[in-house]
Protein backbone atom coordinates (compact mmCIF):
# COMPACT_ATOMS: atom_id res chain seq x y z
CA UNK A 1 0.00 0.00 0.00
CA UNK A 2 2.52 2.90 -1.80
CA UNK A 3 1.70 6.46 -1.93
CA UNK A 4 2.90 7.45 -4.89
CA UNK A 5 3.75 11.38 -5.21
CA UNK A 6 1.97 13.10 -8.10
CA UNK A 7 1.17 16.45 -9.49
CA UNK A 8 -2.65 16.38 -7.96
CA UNK A 9 -1.01 16.30 -4.15
CA UNK A 10 1.17 19.36 -4.80
CA UNK A 11 0.03 22.35 -2.60
CA UNK A 12 2.38 24.60 -4.71
CA UNK A 13 4.17 25.52 -0.97
CA UNK A 14 7.24 24.25 -1.36
CA UNK A 15 7.64 23.55 2.39
CA UNK A 16 4.49 22.21 2.84
CA UNK A 17 4.76 19.65 -0.50
CA UNK A 18 8.51 18.53 0.59
CA UNK A 19 7.24 17.69 3.94
CA UNK A 20 4.36 15.54 2.19
CA UNK A 21 6.57 13.64 0.64
CA UNK A 22 8.69 13.24 3.65
CA UNK A 23 5.69 11.52 5.26
CA UNK A 24 4.82 9.55 1.86
CA UNK A 25 8.47 8.18 2.54
CA UNK A 26 7.97 6.98 6.06
CA UNK A 27 4.30 5.48 4.57
CA UNK A 28 5.88 3.52 2.13
CA UNK A 29 9.05 2.30 4.70
CA UNK A 30 6.06 1.09 6.65
CA UNK A 31 4.72 -0.46 3.70
CA UNK A 32 7.96 -2.30 2.86
CA UNK A 33 8.96 -3.71 6.10
CA UNK A 34 5.45 -5.06 6.77
CA UNK A 35 5.58 -6.67 2.99
CA UNK A 36 8.41 -8.99 4.60
CA UNK A 37 6.33 -10.54 6.99
CA UNK A 38 6.24 -14.62 6.85
CA UNK A 39 2.67 -16.56 6.53
CA UNK A 40 4.16 -18.97 9.42
CA UNK A 41 4.70 -15.31 11.64
CA UNK A 42 8.38 -16.00 11.94
CA UNK A 43 8.55 -11.93 11.69
CA UNK A 44 6.87 -11.48 14.52
CA UNK A 45 9.96 -12.96 16.59
CA UNK A 46 12.79 -11.49 14.93
CA UNK A 47 13.74 -8.63 16.47
CA UNK A 48 15.11 -6.76 13.64
CA UNK A 49 11.25 -6.56 12.24
CA UNK A 50 9.99 -5.86 15.57
CA UNK A 51 12.99 -2.69 15.56
CA UNK A 52 12.27 -1.27 12.29
CA UNK A 53 8.41 -1.14 12.95
CA UNK A 54 8.90 0.86 15.88
CA UNK A 55 11.27 2.63 14.57
CA UNK A 56 9.19 3.91 11.48
CA UNK A 57 5.96 4.26 13.32
CA UNK A 58 7.88 6.76 15.97
CA UNK A 59 9.51 8.29 13.12
CA UNK A 60 5.70 9.22 11.79
CA UNK A 61 4.81 10.90 15.10
CA UNK A 62 7.67 12.48 15.01
CA UNK A 63 7.69 14.12 11.92
CA UNK A 64 3.79 14.63 11.88
CA UNK A 65 4.10 16.67 14.56
CA UNK A 66 6.45 18.86 12.74
CA UNK A 67 4.73 19.08 9.90
CA UNK A 68 1.55 19.76 11.78
CA UNK A 69 3.28 22.56 13.70
CA UNK A 70 5.00 24.11 10.42
CA UNK A 71 1.39 23.87 8.14
CA UNK A 72 -0.56 25.28 11.47
CA UNK A 73 2.11 28.48 11.69
CA UNK A 74 1.69 29.15 8.04
CA UNK A 75 -2.13 29.01 8.54
CA UNK A 76 -2.05 31.53 11.72
CA UNK A 77 0.47 33.66 9.75
CA UNK A 78 -1.70 33.98 7.08
CA UNK A 79 -4.97 34.08 9.34
CA UNK A 80 -6.70 31.14 7.15
CA UNK A 81 -10.40 31.11 8.07
CA UNK A 82 -10.43 27.50 8.34
CA UNK A 83 -7.67 26.77 10.80
CA UNK A 84 -9.62 25.56 13.76
CA UNK A 85 -11.44 23.11 11.48
CA UNK A 86 -7.64 22.05 9.37
CA UNK A 87 -6.27 21.72 13.18
CA UNK A 88 -8.83 19.70 14.54
CA UNK A 89 -8.16 17.52 11.99
CA UNK A 90 -4.43 17.11 12.72
CA UNK A 91 -5.43 16.87 16.30
CA UNK A 92 -8.18 13.76 15.41
CA UNK A 93 -4.97 12.28 13.23
CA UNK A 94 -2.49 12.51 15.86
CA UNK A 95 -4.55 10.99 18.25
CA UNK A 96 -4.96 7.79 15.80
CA UNK A 97 -1.44 7.85 15.48
CA UNK A 98 -0.60 7.97 19.00
CA UNK A 99 -2.79 4.83 19.94
CA UNK A 100 -1.38 2.90 17.01
CA UNK A 101 1.92 3.69 17.98
CA UNK A 102 1.32 2.53 22.16
CA UNK A 103 -0.22 -0.53 21.02
CA UNK A 104 3.11 -1.12 18.58
CA UNK A 105 5.42 -0.11 21.78
CA UNK A 106 3.35 -2.38 23.87
CA UNK A 107 4.29 -5.42 21.38
CA UNK A 108 0.98 -5.33 18.93
CA UNK A 109 2.58 -5.24 15.81
CA UNK A 110 -0.22 -6.35 13.71
CA UNK A 111 -1.66 -2.90 14.59
CA UNK A 112 0.99 -1.58 12.37
CA UNK A 113 -0.81 -3.01 9.28
CA UNK A 114 -3.88 -1.02 10.73
CA UNK A 115 -1.89 2.30 11.01
CA UNK A 116 -0.39 2.08 7.48
CA UNK A 117 -4.22 1.81 6.12
CA UNK A 118 -5.45 4.41 8.03
CA UNK A 119 -2.37 6.96 7.56
CA UNK A 120 -2.54 5.96 3.89
CA UNK A 121 -6.50 6.62 3.79
CA UNK A 122 -5.90 10.14 6.02
CA UNK A 123 -2.56 11.60 4.26
CA UNK A 124 -4.39 11.46 0.57
CA UNK A 125 -7.57 12.41 1.63
CA UNK A 126 -6.70 15.51 3.83
CA UNK A 127 -4.14 16.60 1.45
CA UNK A 128 -6.97 16.75 -1.32
CA UNK A 129 -9.26 18.15 0.81
CA UNK A 130 -7.57 20.25 3.44
CA UNK A 131 -4.23 21.13 2.56
CA UNK A 132 -4.58 22.01 -1.55
CA UNK A 133 -8.50 24.21 0.19
CA UNK A 134 -5.38 26.47 2.47
CA UNK A 135 -3.27 26.47 -1.20
CA UNK A 136 -6.30 27.89 -2.74
CA UNK A 137 -6.74 30.40 -0.21
CA UNK A 138 -3.02 31.61 0.11
CA UNK A 139 -2.83 31.84 -3.94
CA UNK A 140 -6.21 34.01 -4.19
CA UNK A 141 -5.24 36.10 -1.32
CA UNK A 142 -1.79 37.08 -3.09
CA UNK A 143 -3.82 38.17 -6.43
Known amino acids: MNID ?9 SQ ?3 QHKGFINLVNALAKTLATRRPDGRH ?6 KS ?8 MRDYAFFHFHTEEGAMRNHRYPE ?10 FSTHLLRYEIAVLEGDYLQ ?3 LLEFASNWFDN ?7 AFAHFLAASRT
Do not use: C, F, P
Open 52 to 59: QIVTIVMK
Open 83 to 92: YIRHRREHDL
Open 16 to 18: IDA
Open 112 to 114: AQS
Open 5 to 13: WNDALATGI
Open 126 to 132: HIRRQDL
Open 44 to 49: LTDKTY
